[in-house]
């Protein structure tokens, strides 16, 4: 069965400051999918990455940055320059099997402070 | 692209009535439509797969005769919580996707049961 681990239940930053959302997932799958999902206070769950697990280049979107690692089975997720808007929960879901359906982490709560 | 409409955003209701809850795609066919379940601080769970004219497949320790999943259309799915009690008060999310495209979410629906 599938897992996905979000170690850091909550991470408390200052404007401006680098963070980094780690993410680790098990699978025996050989093919699967890993994505980013943003929720904030509003509920709506925002889709920011899909990477499929052929595809090991990181990828940099704005002020948002993915490293996904197949060695080590994780898929970090960096936000540079953190604004207060980005204070949100944040998911890391997993995506494999003959279904695809989805298994989410634990979600990392990220409040930035003025 | 790739929107999800939810109907209602939130609903009260009293103890023993039925809820239904829509879900739209938008913009896009959705060839299956998934059923998810949040409660407060916590992630999501997911409660049954739909694919358009098909029955509902329930994940291990839904009960199917008390949340009905009806996927009538290519653009819509219905949840009607039957015989509500407070317990089934939550966020019910639902997402929509078509063919192996990623999982679009709907923004959610408010159930308190009073």
């Known amino acids: 069965a599938q897992k996905v681990t979000q170690a850091q239940t909550e991470i408390s930053v200052v404007e401006k400051e680098d963070v980094t959302l780690d993410c680790v997932y098990e699978t025996r799958d050989t093919t699967y999918y890993l994505f980013w999902y943003k929720q904030p206070p509003s509920g709506e769950l925002v889709f920011l990455i899909r990477r499929n697990s052929f595809d090991e280049q990181n990828e940099i979107s704005g002020r948002y940055s993915w490293n996904f690692q197949k060695s080590t089975s994780s898929f970090n997720f960096t936000i540079t320059a953190s604004q207060v808007v980005d204070s949100a929960v944040y998911f890391c879901v997993f995506s494999g099997g003959s279904n695809y359906k989805l298994t989410f982490g634990k979600g990392t709560l990220l409040t930035v402070n003025p | 692209g790739a929107v999800v409409s939810q109907h209602p955003s939130w609903v009260i209701c009293k103890s023993g009535t039925s809820v239904k809850i829509e879900c739209r795609s938008l913009?896009?066919?959705?060839?299956?439509m998934f059923w998810y379940r949040q409660f407060p601080k916590q992630s999501l769970m997911l409660m049954a797969t739909?694919?358009?004219?098909?029955?509902?497949?329930?994940e291990q320790g839904v009960e199917k005769d008390k949340f009905l999943i009806n996927h009538a259309s290519l653009t819509l799915s219905t949840l009607t919580v039957t015989s509500a009690h407070p317990e089934d008060s939550s966020f019910y999310i639902c997402s929509a996707r078509q063919g192996a495209s990623p999982q679009y979410f709907g923004p959610g629906t408010r159930l308190t049961v009073l």
């Open positions: 739909s694919n358009e004219g098909s029955k509902a497949t329930y």
């Open positions: 913009d896009f066919q959705a060839t299956t």
